[in-house]
């Protein structure tokens, strides 16, 4: 028999429900939110918890995928609610402009990875929602409402970053620049005690720097360096990186990968949108069997969080594929895990194995805790409620932006009311 129960992407999550909607129009979603007790929004289904689930009804908003504004002389574009990445970027690149940044993955949606904090990488590069000006979104009781950095101030900083609670997101407004060019260079075994005397000088070293590593001997197996083009520049990098040395050939973050569905590598300039993710915007990556995992710490203590880490590599190791180490800069959004601090993210991919994972999570969390971590709300974690607002001082002021927009908390589902609304 076939199991027609919705999952998520990587397919360890089972939804509470396959009432699923597609409206086809903004009008549409204002009906269904108008006449639905409770409703949450479905993305890419990128997410690995609960963040996004409903035991009663379901959004996909995958119908609205326009691109509905360009304004070159306010630096905006402005997308609808199921855009993608790598919708969006061939199209900006075509006119002559480009965003900040990009996360790995190109195939996620603009909306969902603004409503989590999704980010790429680089010390002076925001998460992804820095870049955003607007949101148009769906109110509970069906209005249809703008909120903008212009307008709105303060609370809209409490706005970007909304994990699904404040409305349904039905556009989304992004300042733009000029379209440039980047070069990806790699190199092979950095030794993780470099970073001691050098973290700085590691991490500033390109416009987007990821380490990645197994944790298994100390070392990280690879460092991946994305470089502006800038016009006139014909520098080669060095062929000593901190005691690692060039690649020789194009790889995947996971050794024992083909490299072929990664951006172009050894050095070729090309396209921002083609370089800054980790992974070609043509290739559709199927349902990985995987797990995910990321925590966030001030990046003025991110050698100690490494080596706290690296501590426990005889617990990670077995389980583990891969984890990636990027810096983001601050920013002010209330429920950003960078709000008000530079931020060093250290990332997990996990094999499919939720009951050994379940039990490493506590102890890497422990050994986070000096830090002030804080997790990444789309992925999985098992730091408590309590702490987590202790951790976010604007907490209660969001809590009450919900409730303001969300009195009777039609948005609001078991993930919110334990980690948002348990005081």
């Known amino acids: 028999m076939q199991d027609n129960k919705l999952k998520n992407w990587a397919g360890n999550y089972t939804y509470s429900t396959n009432r699923l909607h597609h409206p086809a ?78 996360a790995s993955l190109p195939h996620i949606s603009v909306a969902g990875a603004c409503a989590t904090a999704t980010h790429g990488s680089g010390n002076r590069n925001g998460n992804l929602g820095t870049v955003v000006s607007a949101l148009e979104m769906v109110t509970a009781k069906g209005d249809l409402v703008t909120l903008s ?59 987007s720097v990821s380490l990645f590593t197994d944790w298994q001997n100390g070392v990280f197996n690879q460092v991946w360096l994305k470089r502006r083009v800038e016009a006139g520049s014909t520098a080669d990098l060095p062929q000593d990186f901190f005691g690692a040395t060039p690649a020789t050939r194009p790889l995947h973050p996971i050794a ?17 949108h083609e370089r800054l993710p980790h992974f070609r915007m043509n290739f559709t990556p199927s349902s990985g069997e995987e797990l995910q995992s990321e925590y966030f710490v001030p990046r003025d203590k991110g050698f100690a969080a490494l080596q706290a880490i690296d501590g426990l590599r005889d617990h990670i190791a077995p389980h583990l594929f891969i984890s990636e180490i990027r810096t983001i800069d601050a920013d002010q959004q209330w429920m950003s895990p960078c709000y008000q601090q530079p931020g060093m993210a250290i990332h997990f991919t996990w094999k499919q194995d939720w009951p050994a994972v379940g039990k490493v999570l506590p102890r890497i969390e422990a050994a986070l805790a000096p830090f002030d971590v804080r997790p990444h709300w789309g992925k999985l974690f098992t730091i408590p409620p309590g702490r987590l607002a202790a951790l976010y001082k604007r907490l209660p002021d969001f809590r009450q932006l919900l409730q303001d927009y969300d009195p009777e908390g039609k948005f609001r589902n078991a993930f919110l009311d334990t980690h948002i609304f348990n005081t």
């Open 149 to 207: 950095r212009e307008k709105d101030g303060d609370l809209f900083n409490g706005a970007i970053v909304h994990l699904g609670g404040l409305g349904v997101v039905t556009k989304v407004t992004l300042d733009i620049q000029p379209a440039f060019l980047v070069r990806q260079d790699l190199y092979e075994g950095l030794p993780l005690a470099q970073l001691a005397n050098h973290f700085e000088d590691i991490f500033s070293a390109g416009y």
């Open 256 to 272: 024992a990968l083909s490299a072929e569905n990664c951006t172009e590598q050894m050095g070729v300039p090309g396209p921002w």
């Open 25 to 102: 129009s903004v009008a549409e979603v204002q009906q269904l939110v108008k006449d639905l007790r409770k409703v949450k929004v479905l993305g890419t289904r990128h997410c690995f918890n609960p963040i996004a689930d409903s035991t009663e009804n379901l959004v996909s908003l995958q119908q609205l995928q326009q691109i509905t504004a360009l304004d070159k002389n306010a630096r905006t574009v402005t997308v609808e609610a199921g855009v993608n990445y790598g919708q969006l970027c061939p199209y900006l690149q075509e006119q002559g402009r480009a965003l900040h940044n990009l």
